[in-house]
């Protein structure tokens, strides 16, 4: 249920109903489909990972993740809008892949200024999620506000 809160505030335009409808819309189809407690997760190489949500955390919680993001940025970007990352893990805790989501920039193609920064300063945050759980892949879903 967190997991389609979460989506739901931070994805306005993004649709997501219970019943796993379809939900990528504006993301560019990372997310495929949303439930209470699952997503379909679309990988850059065009695999379908059913993820169970939540299972992943980042140590010191969501406003640690984001001091530790801005913090590590190489500049300041004046871009004031909200952006959705989606952090892709292996088994290890290893970040696969991270992705964006500009909800602003309807044009996936259309490359994100800050989009390298960002993506360098998330690589960064590598050691510090936790699980309990043991599955093969895990995805942290959460939105920033790049200014």
């Not at 495929?32 to 699952?38: G, L, Q, V």
């Not at 699980?131 to 920033?144: I, K, M, P, R, S």
Request: charged share 30%.
């Amino acid at each position: 249920m967190k997991c389609l809160i979460l989506l739901l505030t931070l994805c306005a335009t993004v649709f997501c109903k219970t019943e796993a409808q379809s939900v990528y819309k504006d993301c560019y189809g990372i997310i495929a489909e949303c439930s209470d407690d699952s997503v379909v997760y679309h990988t850059k190489n065009g695999k379908e990972i059913r993820l169970k949500t939540n299972e992943i955390k980042y140590d010191g919680g969501l406003d640690s993740l984001k001091q530790d993001i801005y913090r590590s940025l190489s500049q300041d970007h004046e871009d004031n809008e909200r952006t959705i990352f989606f952090v892709l893990f292996d088994k290890k805790h290893r970040i696969s892949e991270i992705r964006m989501c500009s909800l602003l920039n309807k044009e996936p193609i259309t490359p994100l200024p800050y989009a390298d920064d960002y993506i360098r300063a998330i690589a960064k945050t590598e050691k510090k999620w936790k699980t309990e759980n043991h599955n093969n892949w895990y995805v942290a879903v959460f939105g920033l506000h790049v200014f």
